[in-house]
Structures are given as structure tokens and as C-alpha cells.
């Protein structure tokens, strides 16, 4: 318990010289935001997903099968969106190959102003879900959030994807070993499930409740403190800014 709790403060709040600087922190903070961009998806748009696209998949599937409350046209759009975000999060990630802090500056940047989109969107109508709003808040956040996910994955800070929670549960429990051979980072892990499940259920309960706008304005606020937060950090070309070996 000694060694997850540590772990999990290590985590939160990571000591001078750690290899990954601040970035641990600040990807719990875009896993919050997952959680609060899927209650979104799901709840309000349709029963689609545009950050966990293994549901996504599945969900095409039982709506090509004929499944009532899917759409395959919302799911194709949403796999489309990702993909698109991928694609550019790629390309930021050979652009910014040589400073971590920068990509992550560049993508939050990015992804600011794409829920800024649906923000406004959704306010216009006053939180009113048309057939245009959907498709529109689809294809924003299925963009940022496959953005979200491609730097992730160049960033390569251990157990914290952002948006995949399969191999870090799976890790939680097979690697579960007591004594000194014990895994390291379960702590890491669970906070990035918590942060999860925090993001979904603070966005399931204002949903609920018919506050949409207030949901996507709550993830545009921490995407914009976590740009405004790496920008600062970046700009001393720490050692955490350069790639992982």
C-alpha cells in the first residue's frame, strides 16, 4: 500500500529530475477531459463515441446489424474525425519531435480552440441538439480527441494513454504481484482510471441535468489552463522537454 500510495504522489506531484517532468499531471488532466468529451458523445449526441473508438467500432457494428437508438452514419463520422486528429497529431509529432513541452503546448492549443467550437455552437442554440449541432460537435471533438490520443502516444509517459483504460486495467490486475517484485506505477494507474471515471461522471451528472454547454466549457477551462501550464513550463527547455530514450 506504502509503495501505490507513493507511486500515486509521484504521480501528482512528480520530484525535481523525474524523466517526465510535469507531464503526468497534465495528462490526468487531458484523461478528465476524456471522460467529460465522451459523457458528451454518448449522453448527448447519440450514443456514439468519439474518444474510445474500440466501442466505437462495436457500436457500428450492432447499428449496421439494425440495433435501435445507433447510427452508423454518426458512428462512420466519429471514426472519420479521430482518424483526421490522428493524422495531425502525427504530423505536430515530427514537427515537434525534438521538444515534448512544445507538442503538448501545440496539441492542447489545438484542441482549445476545437471545443471553443462546440462551445459556441452549442450556446448559439442554447444547448439545443439539431442534426447539425451533432454532426458538427462529432466531428470537433472526434478531431481533438484523435489528436489527443496520437501525442499521447509520442509523448510515451508510461500508463497514462488519455483515452484507453483497457491495457492500463489489465496491467492493474495482472501485474498485481504483492512483495518487493511488485509492478511498478499501480498507483499512476489507478489515478488515470479515477481520472476517468471523474471526467464521465461530473459530465454524466451536469448532462443530466441539460447543461451541455456547461460540460464542454468545463473541458475547454482545463484545456486551456493545461495549454497555458505546459507553454510556461516548456519555455526552460527542461531536460523532460527532450524525448524519452
Given amino acids: 500500500m506504502r509503495r501505490l500510495l507513493t507511486d500515486a504522489a509521484r504521480t501528482l506531484a512528480p520530484p525535481t529530475g523525474d524523466r517526465h517532468g510535469p507531464l503526468p499531471p497534465l495528462l490526468l488532466t487531458l484523461t478528465v477531459v476524456t471522460g467529460l468529451v465522451d459523457a458528451v458523445s454518448y449522453l448527448g449526441l447519440g450514443h456514439v463515441f468519439v474518444a474510445n473508438m ?8 450492432f447499428a449496421l446489424a439494425g440495433a435501435p437508438s445507433l447510427s452508423a452514419l454518426a458512428s462512420v ?9 490522428a493524422l495531425a497529431g502525427g504530423r505536430l509529432g515530427g514537427r515537434y519531435a525534438a521538444n515534448r513541452g512544445r507538442l503538448l503546448t501545440a496539441t492542447t492549443g489545438a484542441q482549445t480552440l476545437l471545443v471553443a467550437v462546440t462551445v459556441a455552437v452549442t450556446a448559439a442554440t442554447d444547448g439545443e441538439v439539431t442534426t447539425a449541432v451533432k454532426y458538427t460537435l462529432i466531428m470537433a471533438l472526434g478531431l481533438a480527441m484523435g489528436l489527443q490520443n496520437a501525442v499521447a502516444r509520442r509523448l510515451a509517459v508510461p500508463d497514462l494513454t488519455t483515452t484507453v483504460l483497457t491495457l492500463t486495467l489489465t496491467g492493474l490486475a495482472a501485474d498485481s504481484v504483492p512483495g518487493p517484485d511488485a509492478a511498478p506505477r499501480q498507483g499512476r494507474r489507478i489515478l488515470s482510471v479515477l481520472a476517468m471515471l471523474v471526467g464521465a461522471l461530473v459530465g454524466a451528472a451536469l448532462l443530466l441535468h441539460g ?3 456547461l460540460v464542454l466549457g468545463l473541458a475547454l477551462l482545463l484545456l486551456a ?15 523532460w522537454t527532450r524525448p524519452p530514450s
Fill in 225 to 239: 489552463l493545461t495549454t497555458a501550464v505546459t507553454r510556461r513550463l516548456s519555455a526552460t527547455g527542461a531536460p
Fill in 211 to 213: 447543461h451541455l454547454v
Fill in 54 to 61: 474500440t466501442g466505437n467500432v462495436v457500436f457500428l457494428g
Fill in 77 to 85: 463520422v466519429a471514426l472519420a474525425a479521430f482518424l483526421l486528429g
